[in-house]
């Protein structure tokens, strides 16, 4: 009996293993850190960008200082650790983006939409943002304070007021 009890356990656990092995998927996905993927990262910039589709695209340690990219698509897009100092961002459409630890300073933000973005740890110093929509938009309350100093105007697509985006008291 013990003879057939050993052939029996080693004949299960052999079907477990053929099992297991038949039903794992043949190839293993790893997440990687954004500096790794690089596959919507967005290789050349250029001065002028002026209304170009960069929706989801991936702007990692990028230096945008001065570049036009009013009335652009960028929905969704990750600028991480980027430079946009003096950067035209014009009626541009930033709605989800994820802007941790990028420099605004002294951009034209006018009429542009900041719905749902994620901008922790970005500064935003002498920025322009008359008509920009900052609606659910999450920064850093200092940030967000200085913001209200100069906000002003009603952003041309949304219909929402700076101030109000912002969440500016009276």
Not at 96 to 102: E, G, L
């Amino acid at each position: 009996m013990t003879g057939l009890f050993r052939r029996c356990f080693a004949v299960l656990v052999g079907l477990l293993i053929v099992c297991a092995q038949v039903s794992a998927p043949s190839r293993v996905f790893a997440i990687t850190a954004p500096e790794l993927r690089g596959q919507f990262a967005v290789k050349e910039i250029t001065a002028d960008m002026h209304g170009l589709d960069l929706k989801e695209k991936e702007f990692l340690k990028a230096d945008l200082r001065d570049v036009d990219l009013s009335g652009t698509d960028l929905r969704g897009a990750v600028i991480n650790t980027s430079q946009l100092q003096g950067a035209d961002l014009r009626d541009a459409d930033l709605e989800d983006v994820v802007a941790f630890a990028s420099r605004f300073d002294e951009a034209d933000l006018r009429g542009a939409n900041f719905t749902n973005a994620m901008m922790m740890q970005s500064r935003f110093t002498n920025a322009v943002i008359e008509g920009a929509d900052f609606t659910n938009a999450v920064m850093d309350l200092p940030q967000q304070r200085a913001l209200c100093a100069s906000a002003s105007g009603v952003n041309s697509r949304s219909g929402v007021d700076t101030r109000e985006s912002l969440g500016c008291r009276p």
